[in-house]
């Protein structure tokens, strides 16, 4: 392949990935979500050096796209042990990366349909275009979502409406999904917003960082009960740090 389908660079503290198949709306075909794969995996454990990235942002490229969606023409006649597979290698690799210790973005730049929502709802935050639009519309092709918009979407804009966006398959703007709580804001420019967000989180000690993120994951996942004992062994690893001991003192001096 001349062209990488994801390209990935690195901005001080902060790592741009960019879905790069814009002539076909940033499809996610097999050959892509095995570069997400790649990415999450040494995100992960680059995160873990002290001059890891501190933050990632997911953009699709050109104007028109975040991502269209799976690429239609890899589901062509496919048999059910095939989708299956297909399926739970996407589920594999979203949860990969919604699960990285560091924050995740998605800046929407424009559709974001099917297996593109999916990926973006994996991100910790979204930041949408005003020209953006977002569903689920795989319920018009026979079908209903594969790569984990079952689970995430009710968790963000509640049962009911979940199920209307993926029964119907209708697409909502990005005002609307603001209003619902699938996006974050709105931004004239996504990414611009996305990277400041990420500068701005990255300079945050990276122990409460993934502390919070993994205390929020489990208590939405199993419970509250459970979320709490994880936010509490959350907050003593914090107290281990010199970061937030020096803070400490900082804000007790400034008390004086």
Same mark, same amino acid.
């Given at each position: 392949?001349?062209? @990488? ?39 992960? #454990? ?26 239609? @023409? ?5 048999? !059910? ?30 559709? !974001? ?15 949408? @275009? ?20 079952? +689970? ?22 990005? +005002? ?52 709490? #004992? ?22 007790? +001096?400034?008390?004086?």
């Amino acid at each position: 392949m001349s062209e @990488s389908v994801l390209l990935v660079e690195r901005r001080g503290p902060v790592m741009l990935a960019t879905l790069n198949r814009p002539e076909k709306g940033n499809a996610l075909n097999a050959a892509l979500i095995d570069a997400l794969d790649t990415l999450a995996r040494g995100t992960a #454990l680059g995160s873990a050096q002290p001059e890891g990235p501190r933050a990632l942002v997911l953009t699709g490229a050109g104007e028109k796209a975040f991502s269209a969606g799976a690429d239609v @023409s890899e589901l062509d006649g496919i048999d !059910a042990t095939t989708a299956r597979l297909q399926m739970r290698r996407g589920q594999e690799v979203f949860g990969r990366l919604e699960e990285l210790p560091i924050v995740v973005i998605a800046a929407v730049n424009g559709f !974001a349909l099917g297996g593109g929502l999916e990926l973006a709802m994996a991100a910790d935050v979204r930041m949408a @275009s005003p020209h953006a639009k977002l569903g689920q519309p795989e319920i018009n092709l026979g079908n209903l979502p594969g790569w984990g918009g079952t +689970q995430r979407l009710p968790r963000l804009v509640g049962q009911g409406r979940a199920t209307e966006m993926i029964l119907t398959g209708e697409l909502v703007t990005a +005002q609307r999904a603001l209003e619902i709580g699938l996006v974050n804001r709105v931004a004239p420019e996504p990414l611009k917003a996305a990277l400041e967000l990420a500068e701005q989180v990255a300079e945050r000690n990276p122990v409460a960082v993934r502390g919070a993120k993994r205390a929020i994951r489990v208590g939405l996942e199993a419970g509250m009960a459970t979320g709490l #004992l994880v936010e509490a062994d959350g907050v003593a690893e914090c107290c281990e740090t010199e970061t937030q001991r020096a803070a400490v003192r900082e804000f007790l +001096q400034r008390k004086k």
